[in-house]
């Protein structure tokens, strides 16, 4: 008993990843670098994010956690953090999943996380050309 207790509060760990206050803190560490484009990008997609969530009933940290993935990993530009990044993001997905969420909500997150993410991304690649 004693090890499912810990695999459940691992993967409740594990979920912050994807989470709204995780997010903030990503945008507080990103407004401290001056970098006003990649700012805008982070608070454009998260913004575009929430009410799809809301509307459509999917999954908010599988969604948070798709935005910063990708925008991480396109910041940084290296393969290391990538493969690092990309496996959390997995862990988180695999925690949803082990934590019995609903799938479809998982499955709705991480699309509209990617839908929201295209749509900043080509907006902000338009606003500070």
């Not at 956690?65 to 991480?72: A, C, K, M, N, S």
């Amino acid at each position: 008993m004693k090890i499912e207790n810990f695999l459940k509060e691992s993967a409740r760990d594990i979920i912050a990843f994807g989470s709204p206050i995780f997010f903030i803190l990503v945008l507080a560490r990103i407004f401290l670098l001056s970098n006003y484009s990649y700012l805008s990008q982070f608070i454009i997609a998260g913004i575009l994010f929430l009410p799809l969530i809301y509307f459509f009933k999917a999954n908010i940290y599988s969604g948070f956690g798709l935005i910063v993935l990708i925008f991480t990993t396109l910041y940084y530009n290296e393969v290391r953090f990538t493969i690092f990044a990309v496996f959390l993001y997995l862990l988180l997905i695999a925690s949803l999943f082990y934590l019995k969420k609903e799938k479809l909500e998982i499955i709705k997150g991480i699309f509209f996380g990617a839908v929201s993410t295209g749509i900043s991304w080509f907006l902000v690649e338009k606003l500070f050309q």
